[in-house]
């Protein structure tokens, strides 16, 4: 009887590069179920409802909060994000890998929730190179930037809480890091 899969919670600093390795790793296994976060922010070029996140409203995102439908839910950088509970729960019963990449506050408030979560922490292979990813995106303005630098100073320092911390030097590498620690073969 092999053990259930246990939920893996992947966090770290903004521009760590989280999404990249998600990415590489589903294309790898495919079953490895990853949570969709619903999301009040806009949707950025290319990304579609229902895919990358559940685009709703601050009115729809009151509601699942009030009705205790997200596992955890979070605000950054002026937008809210959660993780739909019931698809997590029925894919754990399931047996299926599930996967949740969400930021420091989210993974505190899983551990609360389901101390048998798995949480594993993305750390840069620098502070220099975080910076340089941060800034390279282009895709926000210099506050905005700056601000995710502030919180990537806080985020760094919350690692010791994890139980499992992977050097993103290579996607390649992390991913079956992240691999042998869901035991997906």
Do not use: C
């Not at 605000?75 to 949740?100: K, M």
């Not at 760094?156 to 620690?181: C, G, K």
């Amino acid at each position: 009887m092999s053990e259930r899969p246990r939920l893996t919670v992947l966090s770290g600093p903004s521009g760590v590069g989280k999404s990249t390795v998600v990415a590489h790793l589903r294309k790898v296994h495919p079953e490895i179920w990853l949570s969709v976060s619903a999301t009040t922010r806009r949707p950025r070029p290319g990304e579609q409802h229902g895919v990358q996140y559940f685009f709703v409203d601050d009115e729809e995102f009151d509601k699942l909060v009030a009705n205790g439908e997200l596992l955890e839910w979070a605000e950054f950088a002026g937008n809210r994000y959660g993780t739909p509970r019931r698809a997590v729960l029925e894919r754990l019963a399931a047996g299926d890998p599930v996967l949740l990449e969400i930021d420091l506050q989210g993974a505190r408030l899983v551990r609360e929730s389901m101390p048998e979560a798995r949480l594993v922490f993305l750390a840069p292979p620098s502070w220099d190179e975080l910076v340089r990813r941060l800034t390279g995106r282009g895709t926000e303005s210099p506050e905005v930037v700056e601000r995710r630098l502030e919180a990537a100073k806080v985020e760094l320092a919350a690692e010791p809480e994890f139980d499992v911390t992977l050097v993103n030097t290579s996607v390649e590498e992390v991913s079956r890091e992240l691999l042998a620690l869901m035991k997906v073969s």
